[in-house]
């Protein structure tokens, strides 16, 4: 039994103890998440009763697997940068190959990244990129530090030793660090968070609204806007009398082409380099999948570090942008449409662009009909092939209508890095037995398991 099972059980025990299984502490503890904005409408906490818990050696292994992995990432997006046939295998629209060309003034493409990771005792895998984010920075902290001080977790804590991986401060540092390296000069620069409203909403992303109050306690001034209250005035991005210094996006490019255009005030202070934006729209190669398929492509990487190249090859699954051509696989030459009907059971199908509202399709659960179609949808329209990665799914329990389910949960961890360094993580559970979407969903409190106390 592994050190973290041990753990679980002894939390499990608790959990059916006297003390807690009337589930009181449970409903004090989702009223203080309400209380909090943490609970309802656009918050993505789901109220488990119990932590995810990693070892102090699966987080080191997380955190050197992610800088390594980060690393090649950069050198992948300054190949693409200088090579027009790679930039045409991102496939991005013309709009984001422009915008992807402006130097944002600083020479990182990313100030904030996060990766999705399937963790499980020796194997680590990388699914996905998110450069948009982190997403839930503010609101893991928040749910932790609630978490911590239930009666159950003072109990835990008294045998084993944990620690919280708290990643707003880092944020904020890589602003102000990315700030001062594009020339601003401001001692308390102005702040602020863009995101695009969803329609008939008209509040703002709770997340979004406790990183504001953050950093206002840190004494910078921050607004919550969206695109459509900026102004560009006397070379200054602005919402009225308030002088914008940091934008931190929380827009994708896609989300924002859609709406708006290249002469968007937005777009008119990054060009002209009087905003610091963070991150850069230069950020959106990574957001793409097709950025697996060059990762993964051996031609394009044999001159990478071998540290480098032993990431990639333990850490991420094998990724073709569906195409009728023929590729290669674990060293064979293969004609991919073909490769992709034979190998249901192994494969998924996935959009390139994870904004919009297609989602992925699991070979494995659906049938040869059914595969077939999707894998035409997916010449049509541009869509990556990955092998299969088998989710890590742990069983948890959650607090729903004021009773207690048990459901087994598939488990992302999803490490922040801050300007190339990991320096917090946070879980995101969803229901492992839906085959479809599921409301099921949601952050976790997560801590490192350091030992017993």
């Known amino acids: 039994m592994t050190h973290c099972q041990e753990a679980i059980n002894r939390y ?3 959990l059916e103890s006297p003390p807690f299984q009337d589930l009181g502490w449970a409903e004090e503890l989702e009223q203080r998440l309400r209380a909090k904005g943490l609970l309802g409408g656009r918050s993505p906490v789901l109220p488990v009763l119990r932590p995810h818990l990693i070892t102090r050696r699966q987080f080191e292994d997380l955190a050197s697997a992610s800088t390594a992995l980060l690393s090649a990432i950069e050198r992948v ?5 200088t090579n027009p046939a790679l ?5 991005l629209l013309p709009a984001e190959k422009m915008l992807a060309t402006v130097d944002p003034g600083y020479p990182f493409s990313s100030v904030a990244t996060r990766l999705d990771a399937h963790l499980n005792n020796g194997s680590l895998y990388f699914t996905q990129f998110r450069v948009g984010a982190p997403a839930g920075v503010a609101t893991s902290e928040a749910l932790t530090d609630l978490f911590e001080n239930t009666a159950i977790m003072r109990e835990f804590s008294q045998r084993y030793r944990l ?4 990643g707003v401060k880092h944020l904020l540092n890589a602003l102000l660090q990315a700030y001062r390296i594009f020339g601003g000069r ?11 409203l969803p329609p008939f909403q008209n509040r703002h992303t709770d997340e979004y609204l406790l990183l504001a109050e953050y950093f206002r306690r840190e004494g910078y001034p921050t607004e919550v806007l969206s695109p459509d209250q900026l102004e560009y005035r006397g070379k200054r991005l602005r919402k009225g009398d308030f002088v914008i210094d940091i934008v931190y996006r929380k827009v994708t490019v896609q989300e924002f082409l859609m709406r708006y255009d290249l002469t968007h005030p937005l777009v008119r202070a990054y060009r002209e380099g009087t905003v610091c934006v963070a991150n ?3 950020a959106e190669l990574a957001y793409k999948r097709a950025i697996f398929e060059l990762l993964t492509d051996e031609r394009i990487t044999a001159s990478f570090p071998a540290a480098e190249r032993k990431a990639i090859a333990q850490h991420i699954p094998w990724t073709r942008v569906v195409a009728p051509v023929r590729t290669t696989y674990r060293g064979e030459t293969i004609d991919l449409p073909e490769f992709i009907l034979k190998n249901r059971e192994r494969l998924v199908l996935r959009p390139n662009d994870p904004t919009g509202d297609r989602h992925p399709i699991y070979g494995w659960q659906t049938d040869e009909v059914t595969w077939e179609r999707a894998l035409q949808t997916a010449l049509r329209e541009v869509y990556v092939v990955q ?3 088998d989710p890590t799914v742990q069983t948890f329990p959650i607090y729903r209508y004021g009773t207690l389910l048990t459901k087994p949960m598939a488990v992302e961890v999803q490490p922040h890095v801050y300007l190339g360094e990991v320096q917090a993580c946070s879980t995101w559970l969803s229901d492992a037995s839906a085959r479809t979407f599921s409301s099921l969903c949601g952050l976790a409190p997560t801590f490192i398991l350091e030992g017993k106390a």
């Not at 997006?77 to 940068?81: A, M, N, Y």
């Not at 620690?163 to 708290?166: A, D, I, L, P, Q």
């Open 12 to 14: 499990q025990k608790l």
């Open 77 to 81: 997006k300054k190949l693409v940068l």
């Open 87 to 91: 930039l045409a295998r991102m496939e």
């Open 163 to 166: 620690t919280k991986v708290s």
């Open 186 to 196: 401001e001692p308390k620069p102005r702040i602020a968070i863009v995101e695009v």
């Open 280 to 282: 850069s729209f230069r």
């Open 387 to 389: 092998e299969r990665v």
